[in-house]
C-alpha cells in the first residue's frame, strides 16, 4: 500500500511516532471547536476565585518582632478558629457589624504596645513608648506595690513617644486585636469596632508589670492631646493625683476612659477604674459568672474576659486569653461604636448607656463585681434613649477624685422604665435583634464548582458532537478503507446476490392470461394488421 500524503497540520505529528489515519485530520477542528467552552470555564473559574477569595481565611504572614524585644511571650499559638468563639455570640458580634464598626474612632490602647501584625493591617498608628523612659513597680499583677516607691512617687515623664509602641509582651496586640481586627484575621475573631483606628501607648514591657501611676496619667494625656475619642487602660495600679487629673481632665475633654476592674482582691489597685466616670469593666465566663475583681462597688458592668482567642505576636492566632484588660477592650470597642451612632452623647451619658442596657443575669443591681450587668453591646445600640440618672457607684468613695462625674442630660424616651432601686433607665421597648446575616461563603464555593462543572460538561458535548460530524475516531479504532478510484477491486469481489425478480418463476400461468398479455401492444411497436 502507498503512504497517504498527511495534510497540513497533521503531517506534523508524523514526527511524533503518532499513528495517524486519514479521518483524524478531522481532529484538529474538533479540538479547535472545544477551545473556546474551554477557555470560557476558566474564565469563569478565575472570576469566581477572585469574588470568593476575600471569604476565604488566609492565614496571615508571620512578622518578625522588633529587635529591642528580649522576652519569650507566654502564649500558646492555635490554628485559626473554625467556629465562632463563644464570647463572639455572647456579644453578637455579626448583629454589631452591621450596627456600627467604629469608623473615624481613634482608641488608645494603654498597655504593653501593639506590634503591628497583618490583621491590624491600616488599624495601627505609630504609637508611642513610655515604658523606655521610666520606672516601673515591677509588682506582679494583684500583687500590691510598696508604698513610696519611686514608681508612685517620680513625676509624670514627657511624654516623647519613640514612634514605635511594638509589644513584646502580646497582651496589647490581643486587646487591639478585640478592638478592630480586620480582614486579614479569620471571621471569627475580627473586632467589635473593626473600623476603628488604634494609638498604641506602651507603659509596661511585661502585662504581669504595673506602670507607675504617674506614668500611667502622662499616657492618659499623651493619648488624648493625639485625638483619641477613647482611652483603653488595660492595668489597675494605686490612687495618685496625677493620674486622678489626667482622668478627669480626659472626661471634661469628652474623651471615654474604659478601664480594667483588676484580677485580684486587692482594692488598692483599682485605679484608674475606681474613678468616677471611668468605665470600670469586669470579667466574666462563658455562664456570666464574674472572676475576682479589684475594684469591688465601683464597677459599671461586666463583659467576657475569659477563654478568649487573640491575634498573637506572629500574626496568628492565641487562646486561653483572660482577664479584665480584655473584658476592658470589648467595651471600649462597643463604646466607639456608640460614638459613631450617638456621635451628641458625653462621656458620661454613654457609660449610663452601657449600664442601662446590660443583661442583668439573675441578679440585683448594682452588684459589686458585675456592676450593673453585662454589657449588651446590641440593644446599647438599638434601644430608645432612657431617662437620665447619676449611677448610684458615683458615690464620692475616691479621695483624690477632682469631681469629673457628669449627670445625664439624654433625651427621654417615652415609656422608659427605670431598673429598681437605681436611677438607671432599662431599654424603654423590647429590642428585637436584626436577623442573623447568613453565613453564604460555602454556598458560593458549591455554585462556582457546580458552574465549572456545567461549562465543562457543555464544553464535552460540543466537542463530541463536532467529531462525530467529522468521523473523527480514538486512535487505535480501525475505519473502513474507501474504495479505490478506477474500480479495481483490493479483494475478490463477493458473489452477487440474485433478488428475487431476477429468479424464474415456478408459478404455472392459466393459458387465458398468456393470451392476455400476448394482445397487450408494445409502446413503439405499432399494433397488429
Same mark, same amino acid.
Given at each position: 500500500?502507498?503512504?497517504?500524503?498527511?495534510?497540513?497540520?497533521v503531517?506534523?505529528?508524523?514526527?511524533l511516532?503518532?499513528?495517524? &489515519?486519514?479521518?483524524?485530520?478531522?481532529?484538529?477542528?474538533?479540538?479547535?471547536?472545544r477551545?473556546?467552552?474551554?477557555?470560557?470555564?476558566?474564565?469563569?473559574?478565575?472570576?469566581?476565585?477572585? *469574588?470568593?477569595?476575600?471569604?476565604?481565611? /488566609?492565614a496571615?504572614?508571620?512578622?518578625?518582632?522588633?529587635?529591642?524585644?528580649?522576652?519569650?511571650?507566654?502564649?500558646?499559638?492555635?490554628p485559626?478558629?473554625?467556629?465562632?468563639?463563644?464570647?463572639?455570640t &455572647?456579644?453578637?458580634?455579626?448583629?454589631?457589624?452591621? %450596627?456600627? $464598626?467604629?469608623?473615624?474612632?481613634? *482608641?488608645?490602647?494603654?498597655d504593653?504596645?501593639?506590634?503591628?501584625?497583618?490583621?491590624?493591617? =491600616?488599624a495601627v &498608628?505609630?504609637?508611642?513608648?513610655l515604658?523606655a523612659s521610666?520606672?516601673?513597680?515591677?509588682?506582679?499583677?494583684?500583687?500590691?506595690?510598696?508604698? =513610696?516607691?519611686?514608681?508612685?512617687?517620680?513625676?509624670?515623664?514627657?511624654?516623647?513617644?519613640?514612634?514605635?509602641a511594638?509589644?513584646?509582651?502580646? &497582651?496589647?496586640?490581643v486587646?487591639?486585636g478585640?478592638?478592630?481586627?480586620?480582614?486579614?484575621?479569620a471571621p471569627?475573631v475580627?473586632?467589635?469596632?473593626r473600623?476603628a483606628? *488604634?494609638?498604641?501607648i506602651?507603659?509596661?514591657?511585661?502585662?504581669?508589670?504595673?506602670? !507607675?501611676?504617674?506614668?500611667?496619667?502622662?499616657? *492618659?494625656?499623651?493619648?488624648?492631646?493625639?485625638?483619641?475619642?477613647?482611652?483603653?487602660?488595660?492595668a489597675a495600679v494605686r490612687?495618685?493625683?496625677?493620674?486622678?487629673?489626667?482622668?478627669?481632665?480626659?472626661?471634661?475633654?469628652?474623651?471615654?476612659?474604659?478601664?480594667?476592674?483588676?484580677?485580684?482582691?486587692?482594692?488598692?489597685?483599682a485605679?484608674?477604674?475606681?474613678?468616677?466616670?471611668?468605665?470600670a469593666v469586669?470579667?466574666?465566663?462563658?455562664?456570666?459568672?464574674v472572676?475576682?475583681?479589684?475594684?469591688?462597688?465601683?464597677?459599671?458592668?461586666?463583659?467576657?474576659?475569659?477563654?478568649?482567642?487573640? /491575634?498573637?505576636?506572629d500574626g496568628?492566632?492565641?487562646?486561653?486569653? $483572660?482577664g479584665?484588660?480584655?473584658?476592658?477592650? /470589648?467595651?471600649?470597642?462597643?463604646v466607639?461604636?456608640l460614638?459613631?451612632?450617638?456621635?451628641?452623647?458625653?462621656?458620661?451619658?454613654?457609660r449610663?448607656r452601657?449600664?442601662?442596657?446590660?443583661?442583668?443575669?439573675?441578679?440585683?443591681v448594682?452588684?459589686?463585681?458585675?456592676?450593673?450587668?453585662?454589657?449588651?453591646p446590641?440593644?446599647?445600640?438599638?434601644?430608645?434613649?432612657?431617662?437620665?440618672?447619676?449611677?448610684?457607684?458615683?458615690?464620692?468613695?475616691?479621695?483624690?477624685?477632682? !469631681?469629673?462625674?457628669?449627670t445625664g442630660?439624654?433625651?427621654?424616651?417615652?415609656?422608659?422604665v427605670?431598673?429598681?432601686g437605681?436611677?438607671?433607665?432599662?431599654?424603654a421597648?423590647?429590642?428585637?435583634?436584626?436577623?442573623?446575616?447568613?453565613d453564604n461563603?460555602w454556598?458560593?464555593?458549591?455554585? !462556582?464548582a457546580?458552574?465549572?462543572?456545567?461549562?465543562?460538561?457543555?464544553? %464535552?458535548?460540543v466537542?463530541?458532537?463536532?467529531?462525530?460530524a467529522?468521523?473523527?475516531?480514538?486512535?487505535?479504532?480501525?475505519?473502513?478503507?474507501?474504495a479505490p478510484?478506477?474500480?479495481?477491486?483490493?479483494?475478490?469481489?463477493?458473489?452477487?446476490?440474485?433478488?428475487?425478480?431476477?429468479?424464474?418463476?415456478?408459478?404455472?400461468?392459466?393459458?387465458?392470461?398468456s393470451?392476455?398479455?400476448?394482445? /397487450?401492444?408494445?409502446s413503439?411497436?405499432?399494433?397488429?394488421?
Amino acid at each position: 500500500m502507498s503512504s497517504l500524503r498527511l495534510p497540513g497540520p497533521v503531517a506534523g505529528y508524523r514526527g511524533l511516532g503518532v499513528g495517524l &489515519r486519514p479521518h483524524d485530520a478531522h481532529c484538529g477542528p474538533a479540538r479547535a471547536a472545544r477551545r473556546p467552552a474551554i477557555v470560557g470555564a476558566a474564565v469563569v473559574a478565575a472570576v469566581l476565585l477572585s *469574588i470568593l477569595a476575600p471569604a476565604v481565611s /488566609i492565614a496571615a504572614e508571620p512578622t518578625s518582632r522588633s529587635a529591642t524585644c528580649q522576652l519569650a511571650p507566654a502564649q500558646q499559638s492555635i490554628p485559626a478558629p473554625t467556629g465562632s468563639p463563644w464570647y463572639a455570640t &455572647r456579644m453578637g458580634l455579626d448583629h454589631i457589624a452591621g %450596627l456600627s $464598626q467604629g469608623q473615624g474612632q481613634l *482608641i488608645a490602647v494603654v498597655d504593653t504596645g501593639v506590634a503591628p501584625v497583618a490583621p491590624l493591617a =491600616g488599624a495601627v &498608628r505609630d504609637g508611642l513608648d513610655l515604658a523606655a523612659s521610666a520606672d516601673s513597680s515591677a509588682a506582679p499583677a494583684g500583687a500590691a506595690a510598696p508604698s =513610696g516607691t519611686a514608681s508612685s512617687a517620680t513625676a509624670a515623664p514627657e511624654a516623647e513617644g519613640s514612634g514605635s509602641a511594638s509589644d513584646c509582651d502580646g &497582651r496589647g496586640t490581643v486587646l487591639a486585636g478585640l478592638i478592630a481586627a480586620r480582614r486579614g484575621a479569620a471571621p471569627e475573631v475580627r473586632g467589635f469596632a473593626r473600623a476603628a483606628e *488604634i494609638l498604641p501607648i506602651r507603659v509596661v514591657t511585661r502585662a504581669s508589670d504595673l506602670p !507607675g501611676p504617674a506614668l500611667l496619667g502622662s499616657a *492618659i494625656t499623651a493619648a488624648v492631646d493625639a485625638g483619641a475619642q477613647v482611652v483603653l487602660v488595660g492595668a489597675a495600679v494605686r490612687d495618685d493625683p496625677a493620674l486622678s487629673a489626667a482622668t478627669a481632665a480626659a472626661l471634661k475633654s469628652g474623651v471615654s476612659v474604659v478601664a480594667a476592674a483588676g484580677d485580684g482582691d486587692d482594692p488598692a489597685l483599682a485605679f484608674p477604674a475606681s474613678y468616677d466616670g471611668v468605665i470600670a469593666v469586669s470579667a466574666t465566663d462563658d455562664m456570666d459568672a464574674v472572676r475576682p475583681v479589684n475594684a469591688l462597688g465601683r464597677v459599671t458592668v461586666g463583659a467576657p474576659g475569659v477563654d478568649m482567642v487573640g /491575634i498573637g505576636l506572629d500574626g496568628g492566632y492565641v487562646g486561653a486569653q $483572660q482577664g479584665s484588660a480584655l473584658a476592658a477592650a /470589648i467595651v471600649a470597642a462597643t463604646v466607639a461604636d456608640l460614638r459613631v451612632t450617638f456621635p451628641e452623647l458625653t462621656p458620661a451619658q454613654l457609660r449610663e448607656r452601657l449600664a442601662g442596657t446590660a443583661d442583668r443575669p439573675g441578679i440585683a443591681v448594682p452588684d459589686a463585681a458585675l456592676g450593673w450587668g453585662v454589657v449588651n453591646p446590641v440593644t446599647a445600640l438599638t434601644a430608645p434613649i432612657g431617662v437620665p440618672g447619676t449611677l448610684a457607684a458615683d458615690s464620692g468613695t475616691s479621695t483624690t477624685q477632682t !469631681g469629673a462625674a457628669a449627670t445625664g442630660a439624654a433625651a427621654t424616651g417615652a415609656g422608659a422604665v427605670p431598673v429598681a432601686g437605681s436611677s438607671i433607665p432599662a431599654p424603654a421597648v423590647q429590642v428585637t435583634l436584626p436577623p442573623e446575616p447568613a453565613d453564604n461563603r460555602w454556598a458560593l464555593v458549591v455554585a !462556582g464548582a457546580l458552574l465549572i462543572l456545567a461549562a465543562a460538561a457543555a464544553a %464535552l458535548v460540543v466537542g463530541v458532537r463536532r467529531a462525530r460530524a467529522r468521523k473523527w475516531r480514538p486512535a487505535g479504532v480501525p475505519a473502513p478503507d474507501p474504495a479505490p478510484s478506477g474500480g479495481a477491486a483490493r479483494g475478490p469481489a463477493p458473489e452477487p446476490v440474485e433478488s428475487v425478480a431476477d429468479q424464474p418463476s415456478t408459478d404455472v400461468v392459466p393459458a387465458e392470461s398468456s393470451a392476455a398479455t400476448a394482445e /397487450i401492444p408494445v409502446s413503439g411497436t405499432g399494433s397488429p394488421n
